[in-house]
């Protein structure tokens, strides 16, 4: 249900997009008819209203987007979380802590070879 909902709000915002963009250029028509010449005001501030509605609902649209994705991997998790038997779910004993940064793990590491002919590149 909520996955028809965010389809219709995108649907929404396509539709004020839309009635937006004709607003905009019949402001636009308007203003340029009344004056005399072209003036370039109108036309600049037209297409700056139409760079941020273009902005606008680029930004609502990936927002749904996003949100219609998120709903989806929920409802996956959702379903996977229910198939798994029981046994699988439940933690298992984790052995002892031998990473590489304990004091056994640094002084088993190997120590590198200097290779001979290699030094600074540049000396101040």
């Not at 749904?64 to 229910?82: C, E, Y």
Request: proline residues 9%; aromatic residues 4%.
């Amino acid at each position: 249900m909520r996955g028809d909902v965010m389809q219709w709000v995108g649907r929404l915002v396509a539709a004020v997009f839309g009635l937006g963009v004709l607003a905009l250029l019949a402001a636009v028509v308007l203003l340029i008819r009344q004056a005399e010449g072209v003036p370039p005001w109108p036309i600049l501030l037209g297409l700056v209203g139409l760079v941020a509605l273009i902005l606008l609902a680029g930004a609502c649209l990936a927002l749904i987007s996003i949100a219609v994705s998120a709903r989806r991997g929920v409802d996956a998790l959702q379903r996977l979380g229910g198939t798994l038997p029981v046994a699988a779910v439940e933690p298992e004993a984790a052995p002892p802590m031998q990473g590489p940064f304990t004091p056994t793990g640094l002084a088993a590491a190997p120590v590198r070879a200097v290779r001979p002919g290699r030094g600074l590149v540049a000396k101040r």
